[in-house]
Every structure is written in structure tokens, then in C-alpha cells.
């Protein structure tokens, strides 16, 4: 009778494994996100788009990633989010860009 296995969640390592597990499980689908990340940058630069202010979140939370510090999904994410607290009256659709936008100075 074969052995019967434990489920696991997809995309999730059992904690016993061996330290290398952990970059070959992830290494190449991890390289092929940022190899995504940077040919988009690349071209909205090329359009002339690069100062939308959703490219320069991504800049800026792109030095998350090297800074050494941890937690940087957690960190990325709040650079990415509205930090405000206060509801709007009326939605402005925000929420669909993906990056907040500071409101500009009445």
C-alpha cells in the first residue's frame, strides 16, 4: 500500500528543509518577475511615461529590495498603499491604480 503523503499549501516549503531548498523552489519564478519589473521600466521610459507617479512607487519601493532590512513585503506593500486614514466623501477609484498618489495642494 503506497505511503500516504501530507498535503502541502502550493508555493510553500515544509520548515525542515534544507537552506538551498528554499533558492531552488523560488529562483527562477522570483527571476522572471523582476526581469518583468525591470522591461517595464524600461519601456515606459522609452515612451516617456517614467515620471507617472505609479513608476516612480515602483522605483521606490524596488530599493526595499536591496536595502538589507527585513520584512520588505510588508514594506513595499505600505509604499505602494494609500497611508491615509480618513474616508473619502466620494470615491475617486484610486484603489484600481496600484499605487497611491498624493493629492494635489488646493
Not at 10 to 16: D, E, I, K, S
Not at 54 to 59: D, H, I, P, T
Not at 100 to 106: I, L
Amino acid at each position: 500500500m503506497p505511503k500516504t503523503r501530507t498535503p502541502r499549501t502550493p508555493g510553500r516549503l515544509p520548515a525542515n528543509v534544507p537552506t538551498r531548498a528554499v533558492v531552488d523552489h523560488g529562483f527562477i519564478p522570483v527571476r522572471a518577475k523582476l526581469i518583468e519589473v525591470a522591461a517595464f521600466l524600461d519601456r515606459v521610459e522609452r515612451y516617456g511615461a517614467s515620471g507617472d507617479f505609479r513608476c516612480e512607487a515602483l522605483r521606490k519601493a524596488a530599493a526595499v529590495l536591496v536595502d538589507g532590512k527585513p520584512e520588505r513585503a510588508r514594506r513595499i506593500l505600505e509604499k505602494l498603499s494609500d497611508p491615509t486614514t480618513k474616508a473619502d466623501k466620494i470615491s475617486s477609484g484610486k484603489a484600481a491604480l496600484g499605487a497611491w498618489q498624493k493629492p494635489a495642494a488646493k
